[in-house]
């Protein structure tokens, strides 16, 4: 394997590792996201007298 190989190879595994961090960090955005709209009804224990 000559050097050019060794870097295209290194580029398409530096790519399939952004793309798999891009889905993770959406994922948790939209989660983050999710139970800022929803929140969670509120319970007696959260009321204040």
Known sequence: ?????QALQREQRLAA????NLKRRKTQARARSARHEDPAPETDADKKP
């Open 17 to 20: 590792k952004l793309r798999e």
């Open 1 to 5: 394997m000559d050097k050019s190989e």
